[in-house]
């Protein structure tokens, strides 16, 4: 079974700076997919951004980048130019690819504050 | 564009009632479905996935139940509800087959059991 481990509970950045969430996973799976998904105070999930285990190029949208060691199971997420916008819980979440039917394992989440 | 509608937004039962969770998909065709809670600042667990109409599979064995009776329909229900079952559940939509692009969800259910 895969774990996802997410050992910031809390952060803070001011608004403008950078700030840098980590993730750590467990699998022993080869082909996979890994995402970052963003919970704000509605509560509305949405995904932020995901990352193919099978391409060593890091993904990239907008302000979001993550940074992808396979061989040390990490996947952190920078966000870059804060807003206040950015507040929110995230999730990093992993997903076999195969038969399994999509299944995802998240983590316990990050809550990070953006200060004005 | 697909969509994904899920209701009630908030619900208060009393313990040893009856639940029923909708959650239905537009836009899309054979989708795979998911319901998972989230308990207080915590993560998801994943409860019930459907890849198909009348295909539900199980993670967590408990007093909940799920059924797909239509391709596009997902239903969480209990006959008898627990304490236990208050949370915050959360529908979600996938493409299926072997293309991956991740989660959409649906606005939740804040469930309180009283």
């Known amino acids: 079974a895969q774990t996802v481990t997410q050992s910031q509970p809390e952060m803070s950045v001011q608004e403008a700076e950078t700030v840098t969430l980590s993730c750590t996973y467990d699998t022993s799976e080869n082909n996979y997919y890994l995402f970052w998904y963003k919970q704000p105070p509605s509560r509305q999930m949405i995904l932020v951004i995901r990352?193919?285990?099978?391409?060593?190029q890091n993904a990239t949208e907008n302000r979001f980048s993550v940074n992808f060691q396979k061989a040390a199971k990490s996947f952190s997420l920078k966000i870059s130019d804060s807003q206040l916008g950015d507040t929110a819980m995230y999730f990093c979440?992993?997903?076999?690819?195969?038969?399994?039917?999509?299944?995802?394992?998240f983590g316990d989440g990050t809550t990070l504050t953006v200060k004005p | 564009s697909q969509t994904i509608h899920q209701w009630p937004a908030t619900l208060v039962q009393p313990v040893g009632s009856p639940l029923s969770l909708e959650c239905t998909v537009e836009?899309?065709?054979?989708?795979?479905l998911y319901w998972y809670r989230q308990a207080a600042g915590r993560g998801l667990q994943l409860l019930f996935y459907?890849?198909?109409?009348?295909?539900i599979s199980s993670e967590v064995p408990q007093n909940l139940s799920a059924s797909r009776p239509q391709d596009r329909q997902f239903i969480l229900s209990s006959k008898k509800l627990l304490l236990s079952d208050s949370g915050f559940y959360l529908c979600?939509?996938?493409?299926?087959?072997?293309?991956?692009?991740?989660?959409?969800f649906g606005s939740g259910t804040r469930l309180t059991v009283v």
């Open positions: 990352q193919e285990a099978y391409k060593q």
């Open positions: 459907s890849v198909g109409i009348g295909q």
């Open positions: 979440a992993f997903m076999k690819i195969g038969t399994n039917a999509g299944k995802s394992t």
């Open positions: 836009g899309t065709s054979n989708p795979n």
């Open positions: 979600a939509w996938s493409v299926g087959g072997l293309r991956v692009y991740g989660y959409t």
